[in-house]
Each structure stands twice: as C-alpha cells, then as structure tokens.
C-alpha cells in the first residue's frame, strides 16, 4: 500500500520523463525512487526519531505540575457532573505512556527499515512498467469501461490530499511559532497527518495544546490558537 500510494503520486513525473523527455526507463524509475527516499521515507524517519526524541526526554516530574494545576478544574467538572475523571489509575496509567510508547518505536525500527525496502523495491518496478502495470489493474477492475475511466482520474487526482495537507501543516506550524508553542514543528508534522482524520481533522492536535496552555495559566496564547485553529488552520484547506 505504501508503494501503491507512492507511486500515485510520483506516475505523471515517470510519463513526463518517458514520453516527453524521452528518458530511459531505468534511469527514470531509478530517479524517481531516489525522489521517494528523500521526500517520502527520510521526512518519515525524522518524524519517528522526533517522537522517540520527545517521549524519551518526557520528565514524569512536569506531569505531577501539571496534574496539581488542572486538579481544581477538573475537580468542578467532576462535582458538576458527578463523574470521575483523573484517578490514581488514569495518572499511572499517562505517566506510563511515554516509555511504552518509546520502546515500541524503537522495537518498530528494524521492520521499518525493512518495509522501505520492500516499497522501494515494489516502487522501482511499478515505475519502469507504469502503463503495463494500470492496464493490468483496470483489466482487473469489475466495472464498466467508462467507471474504471473514473475511477482512474479519481485516483490520479489524490495528490490534492496530501497537497493540502502540507498547506494546513504549513500554517499550523506559522500558527505554533507564533503563539509560543513548545515543540511546535513535530505539532505541525502531526497536525499534518491529522487532516486526513474525518470531521475531527486537525482540531484532535491544537485543541489539547491550547487546553494545556490555558491550564498553565497563558489564557490570553490559549484563546488566540483556538481561534487561529478554527478559523486559519480549519479553513486554510478550502481556499486552497
């Protein structure tokens, strides 16, 4: 799926250097390849040392500040609604997460290296052999010649989504950067991915960061990335 989804997006540059430029398959499919490391599975790469970076350098001590400023909030939620919500069991279970998390990211770094070669691989071949390759896929489609027609343009056409999925993330990080939000490049690397999430989208990255931000008392940063969120973020991708 990783190679299909790669070469989606990398199949008009191989017809533009075979049929416009005249260049060798071999050369074309090896430069295309070389294209998907650099823009594709090293960004991905650097994502993951990110996180192992972040949640590895986590201090359970800042967590227990944390917990003691939103102890009293929570606690007029809880006696309003007569529900429990922050627990012994629900703080052990957070403070946990961070090594969990870090372990299996890294226990997931061998498989990784190894499922890129094998895109890299799939990729490579799917490239040299791009018009052999969709027609034996839209021989195998069950539809009528004119739905396999729509549903090759609609499939040529998904390189809008991660377009505007960079756009968002563009604007989230501006967003982060200037309401003084830690970490905010890997938040904008997440608010990225984030778009493809239906109805919630982006609002699951910058809703808890200006929670977070409101709890530590920085009300006035809290308000303007919400509305910076909701207006500029959430609305970015429809101009676009």
Known sequence: LGALTIYVLLRGQMKWLIERKHWGRNWAASLLTVEAIFFFLIPLLVIVLMLIDLFSSFDPESLNVLTVQAQDMVQQVEDKFGIELWSNENIQ?????????????????????????????????????????????EELLPFTECNKKTVSNETINAIGIPLLAIVQGVFAYIGYLI?????????????TFTTIIPVLGTMIVWIPIAVVMGINGDWLNAILLALYGFIVIGGVDNVA
Not at 179 to 191: E, I, Q
Request: glycine share 6%; aromatic share 18%.
């Open 179 to 191: 309401f003084g939000v830690n970490n905010a490049l890997l938040f904008a690397v997440l608010t």
């Open 93 to 137: 279970k957070l403070t946990s997460f961070s090594t969990t998390l870090v372990k299996g990211l890294l226990q997931g770094m061998s498989s990784f290296f190894l499922n890129a070669f094998v895109i890299l691989f799939l990729l490579y071949f799917m490239l040299r052999g791009y018009d052999q390759f969709e027609a034996a896929v």
